[in-house]
T-cell receptor
Framework: AQSVTQPDIHITVSEGASLELRCNYS??????LFWYVQSPGQGLQLLLK??????LVQGIKGFEAEFKRSQSSFNLRKPSVHWSDAAEYFCAVDEYSSASKIIFGSGTRLSIRP | GAVVSQHPSWVICKSGTSVKIECRSL??????MFWYRQFPKQSLMLMAT?????????EQGVEKDKFLINHASLTLSTLTVTSAHPEDSSFYICSASVGHSNQPQHFGDGTRLSIL
């Protein structure tokens, strides 16, 4: 079955440390890939997206993600986290690459240690 | 740009009443709008997809008579939870898209619905 997997439910990192959130997908073709962030009680904000081209994508708030076709992964990274980065992060896939239905991963909750 | 406004942000009502949630694209025309439901500490589950002027397409397991969706204009979609019961309490989020293949969905801030 087609799916999006975020293997880490909860991650805690120290402020200033680097961050990597994992995302794997299981689709035959290359879908459109997204990372969204959700603060408590709020909607989702798009951090970055990958449609095609350069496999290293730069997003807002200093985030980047790298698409690796061989590993079916789209991991999110940030070199130095800030306390304000504490939130829920969702990886998502547009399986038909047509701005249609998005499938969300289960999310990774990021906590920041002072 | 690409702002989606959702209203109300929080609503509490008695069991048996109907509740309407609005989703507006403020600075773009949304050909397609999506409605999601999110349970505490869980991911978003797509409920339905609506295209302007057409009937909504509901995901499997979502009762279309329970969750009425209207997308009468390119900037407004509404979700009405009819005869709401406590089990309908949840966080509902809408998103909007211009419908082109290289444009992502833009999300509203969500509506927390509590049924007493």
């Amino acid at each position: 079955a087609q799916s999006v997997t975020q293997p880490d439910i909860h991650i805690t990192v120290s402020e200033g440390a680097s961050l990597e959130l994992r995302c794997n997908y299981s689709y035959g073709a290359t879908p459109y890939l997204f990372w969204y962030v959700q603060s408590p009680g709020q909607g989702l904000q798009l951090l970055l997206k990958y449609f095609s081209g350069d496999t290293l994508v730069q997003g807002i708030k200093g985030f980047e993600a790298e698409f690796k076709r061989s590993q079916s992964s789209f991991n999110l990274r940030k070199p130095s986290v800030h306390w304000s980065d504490a939130a829920e992060y969702f990886c998502a896939v547009d399986e038909y690459s047509s701005a249609s239905k998005i499938i969300f991963g289960s999310g990774t909750r990021l906590s920041i240690r002072p | 740009g690409a702002v989606v406004s959702q209203h109300p942000s929080w609503v509490i009502c008695k069991s048996g009443t109907s509740v309407k949630i609005e989703c507006r694209s403020l600075d773009f025309q949304a050909t397609t709008m999506f409605w999601y439901r999110q349970f505490p500490k869980q991911s978003l589950m797509l409920m339905a997809t609506s295209n302007e002027g057409s009937k909504a397409t509901y995901e499997q397991g979502v009762e279309k008579d329970k969750f009425l969706i209207n997308h009468a204009s390119l900037t407004l979609s509404t979700l009405t939870v009819t005869s709401a019961h406590p089990e309908d309490s949840s966080f509902y989020i809408c998103s909007a898209s211009v419908g082109h293949s290289n444009q992502p969905q833009h999300f509203g801030d969500g509506t927390r619905l509590s049924i007493l």
